[in-house]
């Protein structure tokens, strides 16, 4: 199909593109490993607080980990947009016959191959440190990630195709990030939070996610977090995907 | 497959309005104010005007980057606002900024925008290693575009407009910024593509460029075509030429002067010193006239020289303004 093969050749352009310059892509693996090292032996002797189970201290910060590292580490990739923007490569792409969806699809999905490398990382230097996860309910937890990645992603390209200048993008990306982080109970968990701050956290698609991760690390499958939070994800996901392919054809406007 | 006969390019009032919100407020620009050209097969066609006079604007709506705000469009034989995906097959198009990626070489840009064309791989490698024959990229082929001087990126840019073989190729600006041989080289690709049958047409604000390589030139300012053709027509358009003949003496000219002004009518002439500057229709038909006169009547000039009127006189002629105040 058509459609399939145009983005697999984007797909392939821009994973190219990234292994150029691999540096990148380890550099933003630095913030999560600092928070490893330095702040997850913080939380150790806090376990046994409301939420905090001792002895579970891992299993419940290392999800919210992952998730920031799918919120932030995607949340950027709209400046490597704006690269070709300026350069004329999206031009030049759109008057090919190439599927418009697929100079998006092979970017995101770059973005959240990108991101999937890192998360196995981070699992892999975290089981010294204690983390204790089941293999299968690791593998479910991939995907949610992935969705997470995608949809930042595809924010960050539809904000890039609307502002066209980094000037506009830092700052809008800035003020999104940070509040929807705070608000998923990412570092800690909500359950410490005053309950004026667990209902502002309930409006946050983001919070969601971080339950549904942590419900599958801890091994808390049977409730209904898991299932809510894939939901929410995916939603959320398809409406930022689909803003960022209404972005690109308003440049032929 | 093309309807319309000769014509490759016609536009009937087409126009674009681009719409903004700055501050909140609703801004209108109207880049191109409804333009009439046609465009012959096989010719190459020059939209020469100054920066910000809508070329690129008109051209981007021809390669269906930008969707026309009225007029139509028939392009390559067929309808703009109805097969685009047929114009994207049979048209390249080269934008002012380029497009070519960075970052990969010239040999990976190639295939790339090979296999955006639908080419398998095995095709697409060949096909590069034509085009990078063709525009003699061999020495450099294989390294970054992004190290590239400004005349072998353009080059690139061009072969990778050139990458499907369409029969008509837009250049957008294809020699701004260059040094003035890397320009002559780029003439020189661009007079080899139209001997091989492609249209071109391209946009400048050169006039020697649009005067030595266009075979028709519309002269675009404001969003409005002013005037449109042969570089021939439009600087003969002016009316007189320019003959310069020097004497020995003023004295010499002086007499000269009286006898050319029996024998050339609608010629107006001006004496200064020893030198005339004689204004006349068809100044290459005259040159020899103006030799014999002067020869019949025993006065020699020592210099004798023609000048024609520049695109720049057109310009000027039709705006009030010089296209040279517009150069960067
Ligand atoms: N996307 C846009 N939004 C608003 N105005 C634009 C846009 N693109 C071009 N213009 C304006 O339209 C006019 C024509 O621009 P352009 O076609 O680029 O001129 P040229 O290529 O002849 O230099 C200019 O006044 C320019 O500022
Ligand atoms: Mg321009």
């Known amino acids: 199909m058509k459609l399939l093969q145009d983005i697999k050749l984007m797909f392939i352009r821009n994973v190219q593109h990234t292994l150029r310059n691999p540096i990148f892509m380890f550099l933003s693996l630095f913030q999560p490993l600092l928070y490893l090292f330095l702040f997850m032996p913080l939380l150790k002797n806090l376990g046994g607080t409301p939420g905090l189970p001792a002895g579970e201290t891992v299993e419940i910060f290392i999800p919210g980990l992952m998730v920031m590292m799918a919120l932030f580490g995607s949340a950027f990739v709209g400046f490597d947009l704006i690269d070709d923007i300026r350069s004329g490569v999206i031009e030049r792409f759109l008057v090919t016959p190439v599927s418009r969806s697929a100079i998006l699809w092979g970017r995101v999905l770059r973005d959240a191959s990108v991101l999937l490398l890192q998360v196995i990382l981070i699992t892999i230097v975290a089981i010294p440190f204690g983390l204790n996860v089941k293999f299968e309910y690791f593998l479910i937890s991939l995907p949610l990630y992935v969705m997470i990645a995608i949809t930042m992603a595809s924010m960050s390209y539809a904000f890039a195709l609307m502002y066209k200048t980094e000037d506009a993008l830092a700052p809008t990306i800035n003020t999104i990030t940070l509040p929807v982080s705070l608000l998923s109970g990412i570092l800690l968990p909500l359950t410490l939070a005053p309950l004026w701050l667990q209902n502002l956290a309930k409006v946050n698609p983001f919070s969601y996610a971080v339950n549904a991760s942590r419900a599958l690390f801890t091994g808390n499958v049977g409730g209904p977090d898991i299932l809510i939070g894939f939901v929410i994800v995916f939603l959320l996901m398809s409406i930022m995907f689909y803003w960022s392919i209404q972005e690109l054809r308003k440049i032929e406007e | ?328």
């Not at chain 2, 005007?49 to 709506?61: I, L, R, V």
């Not at chain 2, 060949?126 to 003699?136: G, P, S, V, Y």
Request: aromatic share 6%; net charge neutral; proline share 3%.
């Open chain 2, 1 to 328: 497959m093309n309807q319309n006969g000769d014509f490759i390019i016609e536009t009937t009032d087409l126009k674009k309005t681009f719409v903004s919100k700055v501050k909140g407020k609703r801004n209108e620009v109207e880049a191109v104010k409804g333009v009439n050209l046609t465009v012959n097969k096989g010719e190459i066609f020059g939209f020469l005007g100054p920066n910000g006079a809508g070329k690129s604007t008109t051209q981007k709506m021809l390669s269906t980057l930008l969707t026309p705000t009225s007029g139509t469009v028939k392009i390559v034989g067929y309808d703009l606002s109805k097969n685009q995906e047929e114009i994207r097959k049979n048209i390249g198009y080269v934008s002012q900024a380029g497009g070519s990626d960075q970052a990969a070489t010239g040999y990976q840009n190639l295939i790339l925008q090979a296999r955006l064309y639908g080419l398998d791989e095995k095709t697409a490698e060949n096909n590069a290693k034509d085009l990078i024959k063709h525009f003699q990229m061999d020495s450099f082929a294989d390294r970054p575009a992004g190290t590239y001087s400004g005349g072998q990126l353009r080059r690139l840019d061009v072969a990778l407009g050139m990458t499907h073989n369409p029969q008509l190729l837009l250049l957008d600006e294809p020699t701004t910024g260059l040094d003035p041989q890397s320009r002559a080289y780029m003439w020189g690709q661009i007079k080899k593509l139209k001997e091989k049958g492609v249209t071109i047409f391209l946009t400048t604000h050169y006039m020697e460029e649009a005067d030595k390589l266009c075979d028709t030139i519309a002269i675009i300012d404001n969003g409005t075509i002013i005037t449109k053709g042969t570089p021939t027509e439009l600087k003969n358009s002016i009316g007189a030429d320019t003959v310069v003949l020097g004497f020995a003496s003023d004295d010499v000219a002086e007499k000269a002067e009286k006898i050319l002004l029996k024998n050339f009518v609608d010629a107006k002439i001006q004496r200064e010193i020893n030198i005339l500057h004689l204004q006349i229709k068809n100044g290459d038909g005259a040159v020899p006239n103006i030799l014999r006169l002067l020869d019949t009547n025993n006065f020699s000039a020592q210099s004798i020289t023609l000048s024609k009127p520049s695109l720049d006189d057109v310009f000027l002629k039709y705006t009030g303004r010089s296209l040279r105040e517009d150069k960067e």
